[in-house]
């Protein structure tokens, strides 16, 4: 039989442990003592970084299995709705360059592929629509500062798909209360003094101030950059890709609105600068505002002015907060019987809020994987690290590809991310497919991919790359694709008519609530 | 709608013609309903549950139409109705804030030619007046009990949308969209604890007038396809 898992002790009261919790907690935790038991050691003295407070798409779903109320969310985290990225200056830096990357899929995809149609029209006619706003309705929902849904939606259901704005602070103090009160998991409020390995070299138990030793049959790593079990106590080396993504510095600033009934942008805006971008994530009761930047290209006191040029004279006294990163992950995210979910697995710059989706999707695999006894559980490790590899494999990819398209000459960062030696051989193996066809799903053949072919094509042709369609015999399908682009324009005039502005429906659902149906 | 305080003696030369308040249901295809009157409706119309556009809040309804602003019991005289809700018969009054009585100045129901007026000629409240108060006060006391029903309803999950596929007799497919009904599935699984407070509280009647009136859909589908023969053979006949 081996000896089972039944207790599982979470080192780390943050965004990525508690929401690993949460998420275990909802499939394997029961009152009858018969599932897991769940222990989260949450330290007095450290913070929390907070980084990561956009979400993707699947934080809908994974709140909503955890049984959290979408209303109570709104209330409680200072969230919004966010419907994707708006992309300004990437191209040529010019007042007018923008592209979005919506949530939505285009018209049609993947069944039918305007990609080419819309290559064919754009190349034909000077005052053709971007590949975004032809294609998906939500790029005009956002340019209108609107909701993706209205207040007789239910909860999590929408007209346009979306994800959240939120305060991570916020979030991880409502997710911490959720898990305790309801589903069962053990808090524990101290500080770790040492961790203790057995023979085996798996971690026995961690030594506490207080509260004496905590043990558990799987430990997860949740210590945030310090990567105290992990890395620290078990030796898991950290891999830089510095060489591929060369952000290194953030500067992170909260700024006040105007006053109590400014509009809340409903999308994340990503703002080329010189030396890197700024990412302006609206929230409730203030912005979000931070620059990314690489201090091989840029000293800190350039960047700083930077910043603050993009926020203005009026916010000259908001003191930024500084945090170094460092492109990169652990060399395995599991091992022994202990796995690092968050920034103690890795950390790659914001720039598509791969963050909290990472954290949600190993904390998926960790508790759909659950391996039932210690024996099995190297098997488990094992395809989870393969897994995990190859979605931070396709994340950097992805990444990259927002830099190597740019024709910014402005500074030696926009020049150096288009070097060769720096794109991943992965990367540049697709971008020559691309040359004669849209990126599709037979590109991404796992089932593990983080972004669909939709989410390459957005960027691809925002970015101002066009594939050569001369050759494509378009005339077959060129009834449907017309039919769609109508389609598109149709969708377009009905939803911006009807859907509410953002803080409109925000202040109604903190007013009346959404319902559940 | 101009909704103005109502004053005995600055309104009371003003004249009511009730016969016109069916009128006004002419082209709602949702009437608010008060659970005070489910059973007279639901020898009538079906009753279905919808959200309310501003805030998303439930509210009880009879259904009187396949579409938007669709009374198929409207005859363009009158509504050919064994009930008609509280929330028909009240017009042209309404409650507004702080409790003050009102009236809609727009309402057809205000006319020179009306028969009724709201004082009697010495000046005290009118018989008519009398009755309307009655029915404003059975409303507002209805409409708490109803918010307290709907509440129970969505604690225990009873409340699901409706999935109306319908296909007329001229083949059009008919879809009905943002109303909710019983969960029946639900409604039989519940633990007896439940139910027993179902019991208690008196919502175990409301269900049932519910669940009898949903058949009053096939009442609806009938009066519709009525109207497209009717429509039909209107077409035949001046085309020949």
């Not at chain 1, 330290?43 to 798409?57: K, N």
């Not at chain 2, 409303?139 to 309803?153: D, K, Q, S, V, Y």
Request: aromatic residues 8%; proline residues 4%.
């Amino acid at each position: 039989m081996g000896t089972p898992v039944r207790s599982i002790c979470i080192v780390g009261g943050g965004t990525a442990g508690w929401l690993t919790a949460g998420i275990i907690a909802a499939r394997h935790a029961s009152d009858s003592g018969r599932g897991l038991q769940i222990t989260l050691i949450e330290s007095e003295t450290i913070g929390i970084i907070g980084v990561g407070e956009g979400t993707w798409p699947t934080m809908r779903s994974t709140l909503k299995k955890m049984g959290v109320s979408e209303t109570d969310f709104f209330r409680e985290c200072n969230a919004s709705f966010k419907q994707g990225a708006k992309f300004s200056g990437w191209v040529t830096g010019a007042a007018s360059d923008f592209y979005y990357h919506p949530l939505m899929l285009p018209e049609g995809f993947p069944s039918l592929d305007l990609a080419p149609f819309w290559t064919k029209y754009s190349a034909e006619h000077a005052n053709a629509p971007s590949f975004s706003d032809a294609v998906c309705f939500q790029e005009a929902v956002c340019e209108s500062g609107l909701a993706p849904k209205l207040i007789t939606s239910a909860e999590y259901a929408g007209v346009a798909n979306y994800a959240y704005h939120l305060d991570a602070g916020r979030f991880a103090a409502f997710i911490r209360e959720h898990c305790v009160k309801n589903l069962g998991v053990r808090h524990v409020v101290d500080d770790v003094t040492a961790v203790i390995q057995s023979d085996t070299g798996d971690i026995d138990y961690v030594e506490t101030k207080k509260s004496g030793r905590l043990s558990g049959d799987l430990f997860i790593d949740a210590s945030g950059f310090r990567s105290l079990l992990l890395g620290q106590t078990l030796g898991v080396p950290f891999v830089k890709r510095d060489d591929v993504l060369f952000i290194d510095r953030a500067l992170a600033v909260q700024v006040p609105y105007e006053d109590e009934q400014s509009a809340i942008v409903p999308h994340t805006l990503s703002v080329a600068q010189k030396h890197g971008w700024i990412w302006d994530i609206g929230l409730q009761s203030r912005r979000g505002v931070g620059y990314v930047y690489s201090s091989n290209h840029v000293s800190a006191d350039t960047a700083l002015e930077e910043l603050r040029a993009y926020v203005g004279s009026r916010h000259r006294d908001l003191q930024p907060r500084q945090l170094e990163i460092v492109a990169g992950h652990r060399q395995t995210f599991w091992k022994g019987n202990c796995v690092a979910v968050g920034l103690s697995g890795g950390f790659l710059e914001p720039l598509e809020a791969s963050a909290l989706v990472l954290i949600e999707v190993s904390a998926d695999m960790i508790s759909s994987m659950m391996p039932a006894t210690r024996e099995t559980m190297d098997i488990v490790a094992k395809r989870f690290n393969a897994n995990t590899h190859y979605r931070w494999e396709r994340i950097i990819d992805f990444l990259k590809l927002h830099y190597i398209l740019s024709q910014r000459t402005d500074s030696k960062f926009w020049i150096d991310n288009r070097d060769p030696v720096s794109i991943p051989d992965s990367l540049k193996e697709q971008m020559e497919l691309w040359r004669h066809r849209a990126p599709g799903d037979q590109d991404f053949m796992s089932t593990n991919e983080m972004f669909p072919a939709a989410s390459y094509q957005y960027v691809l042709f925002g970015m101002g790359f066009r594939m050569n369609v001369d050759d494509l015999p378009l005339q077959r399908g060129m009834e449907n694709a017309q039919r769609a682009f109508s389609q598109n324009a149709t969708l377009k005039s009905k939803w911006t008519k009807v859907l509410p502005k953002n803080r409109d429906l925000i202040n109604k659902i903190k007013t009346h609530g959404l319902q559940k149906i | 709608m101009r909704l103005v305080e109502l004053s005995r003696s600055e309104h009371g030369a003003l004249r009511i013609r009730p016969d016109l308040a069916e009128a006004s249901a002419a082209t709602e295809h949702l009437i608010p309903l008060v659970t005070t009157e489910y059973r007279k409706a639901a020898t009538q119309y079906p009753i279905v549950f919808a959200k309310h556009s501003e805030t998303g809040k439930f509210s009880s309804y009879v259904l009187n139409g396949l579409g938007l602003n669709e009374n198929l019991f409207w005859t363009g005289t009158e509504l050919d109705v064994t009930y008609v809700p509280m929330n028909v018969r009240r017009q042209p009054f309404y409650v507004g804030s702080n409790n003050a009585l009102c009236i809609d100045l727009d309402s057809p129901c205000v006319d020179t030619s009306g028969t009724k007026s709201i004082v009697e000629t010495d000046g005290s409240d009118s018989a008519y007046l009398k009755e309307m108060l009655s029915v404003l006060r059975d409303l507002m006391t209805g409409r708490e009990a109803t918010e307290a029903f709907i509440a129970n309803l969505l604690s225990l999950d009873l409340l699901a949308p409706i999935l109306l596929d319908i296909r007329l007799d001229d083949g059009t497919p008919l879809r009905l969209e943002g109303l909710y009904g019983l969960d029946e599935e639900h409604l039989r699984q519940l633990e007896e604890r439940s139910f027993l407070q179902l019991r208690q509280t008196g919502h175990l009647d409301l269900i049932y007038a519910v669940l009898m009136a949903s058949g009053q859909i096939f009442r609806l589908i009938r009066l519709k396809n009525q109207r497209i023969a009717l429509r039909r053979s209107w077409h035949t006949n001046s085309a020949g």
